[in-house]
């Protein structure tokens, strides 16, 4: 599928439409995400124990792919976490240089950094790739601003009911997308690259 501009759409309903067209489809969908004029700068905590800011240190000027999982999950985190190591072997040396993966955890009760630190080890994260939890409040709101949410309130509340989307983007001009973590690792790696431009890298 093509990615195509969705202007007419609140961002929330892009990404709930895309969420249940992966429920029916979920390795087939690719879609387009709204253009992102600012993430909140919520404050988070890596698996390596760092303090950072979401945008100012995570994201600003970057090409990222970012998606939200759980240590515990056991619908599609079983399958879209080994989906995104093949990606980032198949990206490379780019990944920590100029693309960066954020995982953000559902579930920041459980996933202390030290939790996130032994499931990134098991799963084979290498560096580049970024495990994140925080304050349950600035998680939700990471997830509403990128549109990964359900508008059901009761759905989107059952974090074992999550969509298993990635979003992607290069942030320094304002290009984003998204497509299913369950998709061929070949389709992924190709969508972020056409975001990531000519040029980069």
């Known amino acids: 599928m093509q990615l195509r501009r969705m202007n007419r759409l609140r961002p929330g309903a892009i990404l709930f439409l895309a969420s249940i067209l992966i429920l029916s ?13 600012y993430l909140p700068n919520v404050v988070l905590t890596t698996h390596e124990g760092q303090t950072v800011r979401f945008y100012d240190e995570l994201v600003r000027g970057k090409i990222v792919l970012i998606n939200f999982m759980f240590t515990n999950c056991r619908r599609f985190c079983p399958r879209t976490t080994p989906n995104l190591v093949k990606v980032q072997a198949a990206l490379g040396e780019r990944v920590g240089r100029d693309i960066f993966l954020y995982s953000i955890t559902l579930d920041p009760s459980t996933d202390t950094p030290e939790a996130l630190k032994r499931y990134a080890q098991v799963v084979g994260a290498g560096p580049g790739w970024t495990f994140l939890t925080g304050e349950e409040e600035g998680i939700r709101k990471l997830r509403r601003k990128l549109g990964v949410y359900n508008q059901d309130p009761i759905i989107d509340a059952d974090k074992t009911r999550h969509s298993g989307l990635v979003v992607y983007g290069n942030d320094a001009i304002g290009r984003w997308a998204l497509i299913s973590g369950l998709n061929k690792p070949e389709a992924i790696v190709k969508a972020v690259l056409r975001v990531a431009g000519p040029n980069a890298g």
């Open 25 to 37: 489809a979920p390795a087939a969908f690719s879609g387009s995400a709204p253009d992102v004029p």
